[in-house]
């Protein structure tokens, strides 16, 4: 499909090149790229706000809060998580789950020695936790699955997660689709990025798919929380009734 042709009222039926084999290498420079996309757009703004939202749960624990991060690529965003809890004084068991070894390697060589971070490989749909996360965290994650695998993820973190869960991706729509295509050749971003940061867009979401896909899932409308996030985020949130 021509680009110029991309229909948003649908998610677009494209792929992305890293989600194709690839040398390490090659990887690694997709996601550092990806990785300074996200500090520069404030990216990590909307699982620290939700964090914050609910700090005062966490305080009855008697047991370091145990986060996963679905997804988890170049670690950036669990890194973040992790300044924020260490400011915060909040004991925390963090972990970075990825199905590609490349990708686990990858956050593991880039993240400081003195991180307590887990990184492991495996398959999030699939994944049996020794001990069940607290909350369930995914940044740019859902728009590389279909739609029947969005819903078998909602499931397993309503089965997995014990106080809730936060889906963090992007906003289907012409303006940052365009605006992306441009702002990523102006910074010679990697060729995957510049090809895949469009793609991206125009196989993620607005609320209505959102809305269809958790009600699939079994949610009602007041079990989850839909909240936009400039520049071109789309988030989902459940806070489970403790």
């Known amino acids: 499909m021509p680009r110029d042709a991309v229909d948003f009222t649908h998610r677009a039926h494209l792929t992305e090149l890293m989600d194709a084999p690839c040398s390490r290498e090659v990887l690694r420079g997709c996601l550092r790229d990806i990785a300074r996309t996200n500090r520069w757009t404030l990216a990590y703004r909307p699982v620290l706000r939700w964090l914050d939202t609910m ?16 997804g988890s690529g170049y670690g950036d965003a669990l890194r973040r998580v992790e300044r924020w809890a260490n400011a915060r004084r909040v004991a925390v068991e963090l972990t970075g789950l990825d199905l590609n070894p490349d990708a686990t390697a990858i956050a593991s060589q880039v993240t400081a020695p003195s991180s307590r971070i887990r990184w492991i490989t ?6 049996e936790p020794a001990k ?11 728009h590389h699955l279909t739609d029947d695998e969005i819903v078998r993820f909602i499931h397993w973190m309503e089965a997995n997660s ?17 605006a992306f295509r441009v702002f990523s050749k102006l910074m010679r971003f990697h060729p995957f990025v510049q090809n895949d940061g469009p793609v991206s867009i125009a196989r993620s979401f607005v609320a209505s798919d959102w809305q269809r896909l958790c ?14 996030f400039k520049p071109a985020r789309l988030c989902v949130s459940r806070s489970k009734p403790q």
Do not use: M
Not at 122 to 127: N, S
Not at 162 to 178: C, E, M
């Open 132 to 142: 069940a996360p607290h909350l369930v965290v995914s940044s740019l994650f859902t």
């Open 215 to 228: 009600a699939t899932a079994g949610l009602a409308p007041e079990d989850y929380k839909i909240e936009a």
């Open 162 to 178: 014990v106080q809730g869960w936060l889906i963090n991706d992007l906003s289907r729509a012409p303006i940052p689709y365009h």
């Open 55 to 70: 700090v005062d749960s966490f305080a009855a624990l008697r047991e370091p809060l145990r986060i996963l991060d679905a």
């Open 122 to 127: 495996a398959d999030i749909l699939t994944y």
